[in-house]
């Protein structure tokens, strides 16, 4: 079916202010922000269930592909319509349906962005304690399609941890539900599962019933400084070890310090070889003493400089490096920008200082600068890789050293991507690496959706 | 100002997190239209300088409804120039003859008329019909000082009390000064923002200025909008070539400084509950926020209260970057979220205080809009108030 019939058809079933086939238009939701491109054949805002389930049975009918987005704030193509057809913007159907503090739990549509939500739910005390650094841009349809998480992740988990209840679309037009509002539940499969992390395949999610969290009473930081990124790994072990779970634990490995003192060169980073950043939340006293504890640890695994505060203003300082790793980037040198190529790999914790290192001599390698920093609580390192985007030979070279990562992973013990997903950024790693998962993953796919019409071409599915 | 291969790799600098979107005002305004946020708008501008998409009509649209508040700018953590990137993507459309008629009709006026509205220069002077007798001998007279008036606050009768005000204070502190009347030509501010960009016809009236202004030897130039003050600030030295042959200040620093240096000295109580309007082009773009706050600390009796968010973060009033010219129903949209953004600062609000020309146009049109009685003071008004 060409644009224009597909307009005619699609105009029928909803407002046409809310359809564009317009080339910018187009071109403006060809991509998110990996370096995957393809513009869908059409551009659909919904704003019900309803006007979803007219469009996507029509699609199911004509076999034509549906591409859910909400932010587009992914990382790895999932929500590129790289086989055209009809991309669903979400971001409309955003609104909270029902907030049930006394149940612990919020249902809310899709399209919501996480920090909105978060700023209605603090009137109550209470927050969806998953917290991705793309919080202010990033929908709640796109998190739980991503299973995404956070810094947080150490002790609040990932988003597929807080899903009580789902209503989707099916590919064939039809709705269903799957949990129920009861916290705990184990009536049947876990569909719910399946639906965290299928990056849209399977079907649309237009609705979610989130478990939610009181908000802290109190957050202390904690920030040790060491000259060896041994060390540093070390730290991070002997602090489980110590019977301490921090809200959070950031590495800035040398490559950020350098990075951030030239972005920001008043902040004065002490040119180390790594920096530990600790979050603790929770109440006063208990904090007091986890800092108190931590802050010991750090000094048995040699750090050369602590320092830590209760205050929400010094706090903000102390943290203020960890924010500025994405822009500082961009900075390291002149004409290179961060590009999403293996970004988001994660490692057995003990193995954290030696991919550190491995990512430093491929930095060498590629001649590339790479800025490394992570969610180190969790073994989850984001290499940031630099790169002249307006040189195709780099784009030549990043694609190697793309391979390259992957496979450091793999060999370490740890996987492809923690947090950001697979879409087709590293869908033939899947294959290479997890066959395996990927020919359970295919028989499901075609279970739900036999027609593939449901965001065709990703995960390698259809390798 | 950019050449192409520069523009196209400043376009690249964007890494599509999309932190624009969560703070840009129009992309709640258009229902998060991906096309209207600055990260589309970027977007659409690379897929227009490569040729890999052809000019459409909502590409222009969007191109030329963008509020140039510079919020995405500052919040950018990859350092893109997003505003003025999308003003360089006008000048793109602007050379190829894309621009809207509206726009083009404006840049040709600002060019044959040297002012904004197509009046005659001879006009320029009707704001000063209560201050004849101060300014009538120093129009084009030598003196330290020189005021630039600016076409807005020149040519609408209801935004005189701008000017008016502050050769008032001026005359009350027996501060000499001068001014261009009839010579003085649009700053060239809504012919960069239209898309225009440095040829020889602009550079001829940007030229007469500096010139009219270095005959007359004046050491420091005040300006009362935040938009003259921008362009004479940073861009006329480019032009010029050199640096200005006098200081550039907007009216807030100046009477700061001489508050400061007790020359000026705000004595009367005013027993108002007021708040602030941050003037886009003064404070994001400008960097201006403090000035305007230490003179109202100054004033006796003013309870003043912070809009929120301020500053940094202000909430754009919709009156900038053409947008009225081009796409009223969006400003007209942005004035109710500006509205009840003041609704919500204190209910026992007596007015806002502007320093902007633009903004006090627009907050004015907004009272008639939304039927709404908000009082909007101009700063330099507030001041003389605060020392008659």
């Known amino acids: 079916m060409d644009k224009d019939e597909l307009y005619k058809n699609i105009i029928k079933l909803i407002d046409k202010k809310y359809v564009s086939i317009d080339e910018a238009v187009l071109y403006c939701y060809a991509c998110d922000v990996s370096n995957i491109e393809h513009p869908p054949d059409i551009v659909v805002r919904p704003n019900s269930v309803d006007e979803i389930v007219k469009i996507v049975k029509f699609a199911f009918d004509n076999k034509i592909p549906v591409t859910p987005r909400g932010g587009g704030t992914g990382a790895a193509g999932g929500a590129v319509p790289i086989k055209g057809g009809i991309l669903l913007d979400l971001t409309r159907m955003n609104r909270i349906i029902n907030i049930m503090i006394k149940d612990l739990q919020v249902t809310v549509e899709p399209g919501l962005v996480h920090s909105e939500l978060n700023k209605i739910l603090e009137e109550y005390g209470f927050r969806f304690p998953v917290k991705p650094g793309s919080s202010e841009m990033c929908t709640i349809g796109g998190m739980i399609a991503n299973n995404a998480s956070g810094m947080n992740a150490v002790k609040y988990g990932s988003t597929g941890d807080y899903i009580l209840k789902l209503e989707v679309v099916l590919p064939d037009g039809s709705v269903t539900t799957f949990g129920s509002h009861s916290i705990k539940d184990v009536s049947g499969y876990d569909l719910i599962r399946v639906f965290v992390g299928s990056e849209g395949t399977l079907g649309i999610i237009t609705k979610a019933t989130l478990k939610i969290m009181p908000i802290p009473d109190v957050i202390g930081v904690l920030v040790a400084v060491f000259s060896d990124l041994k060390d540093a790994g070390n730290t991070v072990i002997s602090t489980f070890q110590s019977r301490v779970i921090p809200s959070a634990i950031e590495i800035l490995d040398k490559s950020s310090i350098i990075a951030i003192n030239k972005y920001s060169p008043e902040l004065h980073l002490p040119l180390a070889e790594a920096i530990l950043l600790f979050e603790f939340d929770g109440y006063l006293d208990c904090i007091k003493k986890e800092i108190e504890i931590i802050e010991n640890v750090c000094k048995l695994n040699n750090a050369i400089k602590i320092d830590k505060t209760l205050d929400n203003e010094k706090r903000t300082q102390l943290w203020a490096a960890r924010s500025l790793v994405g822009a500082a980037s961009n900075m390291v040198r002149e004409g290179y920008s961060r590009v999403y190529i293996g970004e988001d790999i994660a490692v057995p914790l003990s193995k954290i200082p030696d991919v550190l290192l491995k990512l430093r001599e491929l930095s060498v390698k590629y001649d590339f600068p790479i800025i490394t920093f992570g969610h180190i609580s969790v073994g989850n390192l984001h290499p940031a890789i630099t790169i002249r985007k307006y040189e195709p030979d780099d784009w030549n070279k990043v694609m190697k050293l793309n391979d390259e990562i992957h496979k450091l992973a793999i060999e370490f013990q740890g996987t492809l991507t923690a947090e950001h997903g697979i879409g087709l950024a590293r869908a033939k790693y899947l294959k290479l690496y997890t066959p395996a998962t990927l020919e359970v993953m295919k028989y499901i796919k075609n279970s739900f959706d036999p027609k593939n019409i449901m965001n065709p071409g990703k995960m390698g599915l259809e390798e | ?388």
């Not at chain 2, 030897?217 to 032009?239: F, V």
């Not at chain 2, 006796?300 to 209260?305: A, T």
Request: hydrophobic letters at 35%; charged letters at 25%; aromatic letters at 8%.
């Open chain 2, 1 to 388: 100002m950019y050449k192409n291969e520069d523009f196209i790799k400043e376009l690249l600098k964007c890494v599509r997190c999309g932190k624009c979107r969560a703070v840009c005002p129009e992309i709640n305004l258009e229902e998060f239209q991906e096309e209207s946020s600055p990260r589309g708008r970027i977007r659409m501008a690379y897929g227009l300088i490569t040729k890999k998409i052809p000019p459409t009509q909502i590409l222009i649209d969007k191109i030329y409804s963008c509020f140039y508040c510079g919020i995405c700018q500052i919040t950018c953590p990859s350092g893109v120039m997003t505003s003025d990137l999308i003003l360089k993507t006008r000048e793109y459309l602007y050379d190829l003859g894309l621009s809207p008629n509206k726009v083009n009709n404006l840049l040709e006026t600002i060019i044959k008329t040297k002012n904004i509205y197509g009046l005659d220069q001879e006009d320029r002077l009707d704001w000063a019909f209560d201050v004849e007798d101060i300014i009538e001998n120093k129009i084009n007279k030598k003196a330290d000082i020189g005021l630039f008036i600016g076409c807005t606050a020149s040519y609408k009768g209801s935004l005189a009390i701008q000017p008016e005000s502050i050769v008032k204070i001026l005359d009350h502190l027996n501060i000499d000064f001068t001014l261009l009347g009839e010579k003085e030509m649009c700053c060239g501010n809504p012919y960069f923002l239209g898309g225009g960009a440095i040829n020889d016809k602009i550079r001829e009236i940007v030229l007469g200025n500096i010139e009219n202004f270095a005959k007359l030897k004046i050491k420091k130039l005040i300006t009362a909008c935040p938009g003259c003050y921008r362009i004479i600030k940073t861009i006329y030295p480019i032009i010029y070539g050199k640096e200005l042959p006098f200081e550039v200040y907007h009216v807030t620093q100046y009477f700061d400084d001489l508050i400061n240096k007790n020359v000026l000295k705000l004595k009367k109580s005013i027993d108002l509950k007021l708040t602030y309007q941050d003037p886009c082009e003064l404070a994001r773009h400008c960097g201006i926020f403090e000035q305007p706050r230490n003179i109202f600390e100054k004033i006796p009796g003013l309870k003043f209260f912070e809009l929120t968010p301020n500053k940094d973060n202000a909430v754009c009033c919709g009156g900038g970057g053409l947008v009225k010219l081009t796409f009223p129903d969006i400003v007209d949209k942005q004035l109710k979220v500006k509205f009840n953004q003041i609704s919500e600062c204190n209910d026992k609000l007596d007015g806002i205080i502007t320093a902007c020309p633009s903004c006090q146009d627009n907050l004015q049109y907004g009272n008639t809009l939304l039927k709404e009685n908000l009082k909007v003071i101009d700063i330099c008004d507030l001041i003389l108030r605060a020392i008659k």
